[in-house]
């Protein structure tokens, strides 16, 4: 029952697969996250959304931090930059 697409060019289909993926898998085991961060969009759109939440946010949110245990055991671990030593 959807609609056909006619896009333009490459980047307006690109486009239309990235705002039907973000209405498709809202809330799905963080697929818009992972689709955010590979395209390089993550802070354009987190800057955006974050303060309505309200939120903050910044770029280095977008790697997770490594659990402290981690670190500990493998010496060779650090945190990943703008997380606590």
Sequence with gaps: GLGAIQPASKTALLAAIAKERQTELFAEYGHRFFDLKRTGRIDEVMNTVAPGKPATWQSYMSNWPIPPNDIL??????????YPQ
């Excluded at 055991?73 to 703008?82: D, V």
């Design 73 to 82: 055991s493998n010496p060779n671990l650090t945190p990943n930059p703008g």
